[in-house]
């Protein structure tokens, strides 16, 4: 489209020296603009879809799908500018409206700012002095009028749709809290508690605003067994494998490891001070590993053993790991500091997987016989054993 007006300055470098300037002027910006090539529409397109795709709030993504819509409008004008000014420069015909406005005495950019105007007249309720003044031009405005009535529509609707998806997002949220709320009061629940209940709901909202979960995806429910196994194993596994024992399970046994991330695991939430299990609880059965938050772990008492009475854990730890090597009874108490998401590991579906698979069956027994010599060596708690260091010792 450079050409059209690179031919319209050569026809005036005919009248005059000045034109043979403004051409070399213009060579030099069509080839800027050659050499970004304009960025490539579906090279840009491709880009702004690769950073929805890591976008992680909703708002932000739809805001972003606004933009796109918007930017597509304009490239579509744009193309219809450069039509719209080609046919204004024809010769053939005695009036056409670039002469009507005078546009040989224009700059290049006058001109283009010109028949871009025109152009988003016709997709949009607005008007302005640029009329048709011949056959081709009112042809091809009609064209663009009809063609315009159809994108514009499509664009208010998507932008409406847009519009209303952030309504709803803030709407159905408010609307669950105020149910709550009068349910709450018609119950008669203490004001300690309705507090506390709110608070956890409302960080707990905002989580999974940040976060995606597994059964928020209902499309996840389509896939094929083994596409499962597989996203499940890579969802769970990386946090199993901070125990040395997972490691090596890992390693060994691949199948026996997909297995067990696929059937054995489940997620919790924990809020600010809730109690996990208490000192001397039998243990529910399941082994833990910290996903997020904080968590402390309070030693019960043991006589002749002098130890370490309190710690936090976080991210990369696991407990409770006795269940599946014994009828565990916890040593101590473990509560939530902050809002905590805890992987299960359930010890009986652990033990059935581990039992069908030769190699693991193995590495299980090994340390199974460890976990065992090292509770007769001296207490164990709940905790890896490393969180103690140096600092327990038995007292004569």
């Given at each position: 489209?450079?050409?059209?007006?690179?031919?319209?300055?050569?026809?005036?470098?005919?009248?005059?020296?000045a034109g043979i300037a403004r051409i070399a002027k213009i060579v030099r910006v069509a080839r800027i603009f050659r050499s970004l090539r304009l960025i490539r529409f579906f090279k840009l397109r491709k880009?702004?879809?690769?950073?929805?795709?890591?976008?992680?709030?909703?708002?932000?993504?739809?805001?972003?799908?606004?933009?796109?819509?918007?930017?597509?409008?304009?490239?579509?004008?744009?193309?219809?500018?450069?039509?719209?000014?080609?046919?204004?420069?024809?010769?053939?015909?005695?009036?056409?409206?670039?002469?009507?406005?005078?546009?040989?005495?224009?700059?290049?950019?006058?001109?283009?700012?010109?028949?871009?105007?025109?152009?988003?007249?016709?997709?949009t309720p607005a008007a302005m002095e640029v009329h048709p003044q011949n056959l081709a031009e009112r042809t091809f405005a009609v064209c663009v009028l009809c063609f315009g009535m159809l994108v514009f529509s499509s664009f208010v609707s998507s932008i409406t749709a847009c519009m209303n998806r952030i309504r709803n997002l803030s709407a159905t949220e408010a609307e669950q809290f105020f149910i709550l709320g009068k349910f709450l009061t018609e119950n008669g629940i203490s004001s300690d508690l309705s507090c506390r209940l709110n608070r956890y709901l409302e960080l707990v909202v905002n989580v999974h605003r940040r976060?995606?979960?597994?059964?928020?995806?209902?499309?996840?429910?389509?896939?094929?067994?083994?596409?499962?196994?597989?996203?499940?194993?890579?969802?769970?596994?990386?946090?199993?494998?901070?125990?040395?024992?997972?490691?090596?399970?890992?390693?060994?046994?691949?199948?026996?490891?997909?297995?067990?991330?696929?059937?054995?695991?489940?997620?919790?939430?924990?809020?600010?001070?809730?109690?996990?299990?208490?000192?001397?609880?039998?243990?529910?059965?399941?082994?833990?590993?910290?996903s997020s938050g904080t968590l402390v772990y309070r030693c019960g008492r043991v006589e002749g053993v002098k130890h370490r009475r309190q710690m936090r854990l976080r991210e990369e730890y696991w407990f409770s790991e006795g269940i599946l090597w014994a009828d565990w009874v916890h040593m101590g108490s473990m509560r939530a500091v902050v809002e905590s998401d805890v992987i299960m590991l359930d010890a009986n579906k652990f033990k059935e997987v581990t039992m069908s698979h030769p190699n693991a069956f193995m590495l299980a027994v090994e340390r199974g016989k460890a976990f065992v010599q090292l509770c007769h060596e001296g207490p164990v708690f709940d905790v890896p054993e490393e969180l103690f260091g140096a600092k327990m010792c038995v007292i004569d």
């Open positions: 489209w450079f050409g059209l007006f690179l031919r319209e300055s050569g026809d005036m470098s005919s009248k005059s020296g880009i702004l879809f690769s950073i929805k795709d890591r976008l992680n709030s909703e708002g932000i993504s739809i805001s972003l799908h606004m933009l796109y819509n918007m930017f597509t409008l304009l490239m579509i004008n744009h193309f219809v500018a450069c039509f719209w000014y080609w046919i204004g420069i024809n010769k053939d015909e005695e009036y056409t409206w670039t002469r009507t406005m005078l546009m040989s005495q224009a700059t290049m950019e006058e001109r283009y700012v010109m028949s871009l105007h025109w152009s988003l007249t016709q997709f976060r995606t979960h597994f059964n928020q995806v209902e499309l996840l429910c389509l896939l094929s067994g083994p596409l499962r196994v597989e996203l499940h194993r890579e969802l769970y596994e990386q946090h199993l494998i901070v125990n040395p024992f997972f490691n090596g399970y890992s390693a060994n046994c691949s199948s026996a490891m997909s297995q067990l991330c696929s059937t054995a695991l489940s997620v919790a939430s924990f809020s600010k001070l809730d109690v996990l299990f208490r000192c001397a609880e039998k243990c529910q059965g399941r082994m833990y590993f910290i």
